[in-house]
């Protein structure tokens, strides 16, 4: 079974530009999640979907980030403008319906902003 | 959200077993409690998890104190790939398809150092 896919798995930027990540659900996953991991710190949810519906955006920073999943299948999360402080890695999880179904993680995307 | 505390860090020697401790006084009777695993450069995989009864699977075993306010993951023979933070988190049992009450909150962990 293939996993969580997520691209790319690295990315450089200068603050102020905006980045886009992409991450692929494992199939038949109806829930997919985007966390942000800061160095040293766990994993922050950032935003939770149900097919294409967003579940839980409480902790997104809405004014910069935003997020869609438009068939309910893959996903993008984007970063407009990016600051200094978003420098972290990006993961992508998902599982079956049911949000206390085990979670699979993708490898994460490393950003670094200068 | 309930909370845990964990060790920041543990030393263990490669194939003896490794005992990691997590305190989560202020658990309810719906908090199952789960453990999750980050390999360097990886995203968090699960290991394990209970309610109420001692739990084995081929990764670990997870031991609950009668109390419920204290848990530990066992791993039974620690090999050099078991080296990893390992996260201890109480999760809300939810029926809710679709609903947020079941998400995973993350601490820090503890970072388990396996020397050869």
């Known amino acids: 079974e293939a996993g969580v896919a997520q691209s790319p798995r690295y990315k450089i930027i200068e603050k102020r530009q905006s980045v886009a990540f992409w991450c692929n659900p494992i199939?038949?996953?109806?829930?997919l999640y985007w966390y942000q991991q800061i160095l040293g710190q766990g994993p922050k949810l950032l935003i939770q979907f149900q097919n294409n519906g967003v579940v839980d955006d409480s902790q997104l920073p809405k004014d910069r980030f935003s997020a869609e999943r438009l068939k309910g299948v893959d996903s993008t999360l984007k970063i407009q403008p990016a600051k200094l402080e978003d420098s972290a890695v990006y993961l992508c999880?998902?599982?079956?319906?049911?949000?206390?179904?085990?979670?699979?993680f993708g490898p994460g995307t490393r950003l670094t902003v200068l | 959200d309930a909370k845990t505390t964990q060790p920041n860090s543990m030393e263990s020697n490669e194939e003896e077993p490794v005992h990691l401790p997590c305190n989560h006084s202020t658990i309810s009777g719906t908090d199952y409690i789960h453990w999750y695993r980050q390999l360097p450069s990886q995203g968090p995989e699960y290991v394990i998890h209970g309610l109420t009864s001692n739990v084995n699977n081929r990764m670990a075993s997870l031991a609950i104190a009668e109390d419920r306010k204290s848990s530990t993951l066992i791993l039974h023979r620690a090999t050099l790939r078991d080296a990893a933070v390992y996260y201890c988190?109480?999760?809300?049992?939810?029926?809710?398809?679709?609903?947020?009450?079941?998400?995973?909150?993350f601490g820090k962990g503890t970072k388990l150092s396996v020397k050869p």
């Open positions: 999880a998902s599982n079956l319906a049911g949000s206390y179904n085990e979670q699979f």
């Open positions: 988190i109480l999760r809300v049992a939810s029926i809710d398809y679709g609903g947020s009450q079941g998400n995973l909150i």
């Open positions: 199939s038949g996953h109806a829930t």
